[in-house]
């Protein structure tokens, strides 16, 4: 076999600090397949032509490393090796990930038959399929390995080409809007493109160019079902409009009534410039203020929740709805503006936010100034009387968020609307994904799997995540009360490392439905929370004792 590094080259390309434990385990899986490889080549000559890469380090993924790929030519063999007996569950997750994200999105894997396998040093002389991981005994590799079938010659360069191929996840917004601030490009996967993020970009340049060379008034929306990009779409759009117009008279803001999440990209972006609270913008600049912002394009997230007259008497002390304010705004900005409303499709909606689509058209109507509304086909018939620009590439049509789960919401709303049958036909879908999904009633061995699955994965997030209206969280040690609430600081809790005492990984302070975006928003009259659109972790969480999901068939210790 063709050795891609060596031991000593390892270490030093990983520009690691490798501690005893790290350097006992990478020795220990080098004596094991140095011990199965020579009874393999007596068995099959032909695997001298086989690529083995040790410690692939997944770009981008901060840490993630598979211990070791194989390639044989149509197939790459993920194999991760464990100093135990038994399989841990997340054992069997780890492995299964890394094949599935190569599978994903690695370029040279694209068209490959990828596999999974957990080597126990350890363990008894068996072989057994878990989750479509190959679980098997040290001593059983040598044997699976002369299994797979004969591929012919595989070119050292392709071995090559395969370590120097793109891998380009799609980050997770927050990990996305600093990457996009730190003035790094964004991976493009197929997904990403499909969903058509880069048609909708562009779409919104041309409106702001035209905007500003004209001296007009537009109104852009952008609708998509949830977790199609709309927000990503909207950081990204001011940061072109901020940091790629030619004469910088273009400056964006990026707004969003979403108060948790407005927090946790201040503090990931260490800058409260790029993204504002709307209520406060409009307490500055809306109903009777005279004050002027330096910024012609406001990109308003989920502007279908915008308040009508009511709320906004009630919380800011004028009748003027949101959608009144900002027109009216746009109105006195000198020479142009434009308004980019991001619109969540078949999201509930909270008192005063009933209007929705209807009363931007009003606004517009009554504005008796000169605005174009952009928007796609489906949406055009609200606005019937004022001047509509019928634009599809503003239309987001596949969601983004857990990729590999497309239903995992509908799972969430099965389960506390209590259609356990239901819940669990989806389950079984979302298993067969790819994707870990687990209900227990032990919340030690939640804690346990989630620090065990996510050891060394700087990138990850994960943490608690419980009520504030449950009254038995006490019960396992989880503080929802007040006064817990209003210590809670959301930028440091999502951001920071796991080794800052403020980080969500070391699961000792719970967020609550304050704290999640979208928590409330889709579930306001639940007692569960659910995971964050924050970041792509698995995330602990539980009001009352469930009964497992899916009952793993690994034994454990």
């Avoid at 901060?62 to 194989?70: E, F």
């Avoid at 949101?322 to 308004?339: C, K, Q, S, T, Y």
């Avoid at 909270?350 to 209007?355: C, D, F, K, Q, V």
Wanted: hydrophobic share 40%; proline share 5%; net charge neutral.
């Amino acid at each position: 076999m063709r050795l891609q590094s060596g031991f000593s080259a390892m270490v030093r390309g990983l520009n690691l600090e490798v501690g005893e434990s790290q350097t006992r385990a990478w020795s220990d899986s080098i004596r094991v397949l140095k011990r199965e490889c020579r009874s393999l080549m007596v068995a099959r000559p032909d695997v001298s032509e086989w690529g083995l890469i040790f410690e692939y380090e997944l770009p981008r993924e901060r840490g993630r490393r598979p211990d070791v790929v194989l390639l044989t030519g149509p197939a790459a063999h993920v194999i991760e090796f464990k100093g135990r007996r038994h399989a841990e569950q997340s054992d069997v997750d780890q492995a299964g990930a890394y094949a599935r994200d190569l599978r994903e999105y690695h370029a040279a894997s694209h068209d490959l038959d990828v596999r999974a396998v957990l080597a126990l040093d350890d363990a008894p002389l068996s072989v057994q399929t878990v989750d479509n991981v190959t679980v098997l005994g040290g001593r059983e590799l040598a044997s699976y390995l002369e299994s797979i079938p004969a591929s012919g010659n595989l070119e050292r360069e392709s071995i090559k080409q395969w370590v120097r191929a793109d891998y380009e996840p799609l980050p997770a917004l927050v990990a996305a809007a600093r990457r996009i601030f730190e003035h790094e490009p964004l991976p493009r996967i197929k997904r990403a493109h499909s969903a058509g993020i880069p048609e909708a970009l562009e779409a919104l340049q041309r409106t702001a160019r035209r905007a500003q060379e004209r001296g007009e008034r537009h109104l852009s929306l952008v609708t998509g079902v949830p977790g199609a990009g709309k927000t990503l779409v909207g950081l990204q759009f001011v940061y072109l409009t901020r940091f790629s117009s030619d004469d910088g008279e273009r400056p964006a803001v990026f707004l969003s009534g979403n108060g948790p999440l407005v927090s946790v990209l201040q503090h990931a972006l260490k800058n409260q410039i790029f993204v504002r609270d709307v209520h406060g913008f409009l307490v500055r600049y809306g109903g009777s203020s005279k004050r002027v912002p330096s910024e012609h394009i406001w990109v308003y997230d989920e502007a279908q929740r915008a308040w009508d007259g009511a709320r906004a008497l009630s919380k800011r002390g004028h009748a003027l709805s949101e959608h009144e304010d900002f027109i009216n705004l746009g109105m006195r900005v000198p020479d142009w503006a434009m308004l980019v409303g991001l619109i969540g499709e078949g999201q509930e909606i909270h008192l005063g936010e009933e209007g929705g689509l209807r009363l931007w058209r009003d606004a517009v109507a009554a504005s008796g100034g000169d605005w174009t509304i952009h928007c796609p086909a489906h949406i055009a018939s609200v606005f019937e009387g004022t001047r509509v620009v019928i634009e599809d590439e503003l239309e987001l049509t596949l969601t983004l968020r857990s990729h590999v789960a497309g239903d995992l919401h509908a799972w969430v709303r099965s389960l506390l609307d209590g259609r356990l049958a239901v819940a669990a036909s989806i389950a079984e879908s979302i298993r067969q994904a790819e994707f870990n999904l687990y209900v227990t009633r032990d919340i030690a061995e939640a804690k346990r799997y989630v620090s065990n699955r996510y050891a060394g994965d700087e990138e990850k997030r994960f943490g608690l995540l419980g009520s504030s209206k449950a009254k038995n969280l006490p019960l396992y040690g989880i503080d929802t009360s007040f006064q817990a609430t209003r210590r809670f600081r959301p930028g440091p809790w999502y951001n920071d490392p796991a080794s800052s005492p403020s980080s969500c990984c070391r699961l000792g302070e719970v967020a609550t439905e304050f704290f999640v975006p979208g928590a409330r928003a889709r579930f306001p009259d639940r007692r569960l929370g659910y995971g964050s659109r924050l970041g792509r972790s698995r995330v602990v969480h539980q009001d009352r004792p469930l009964e497992s999901a899916r009952r793993p068939s690994t034994s454990r210790q």
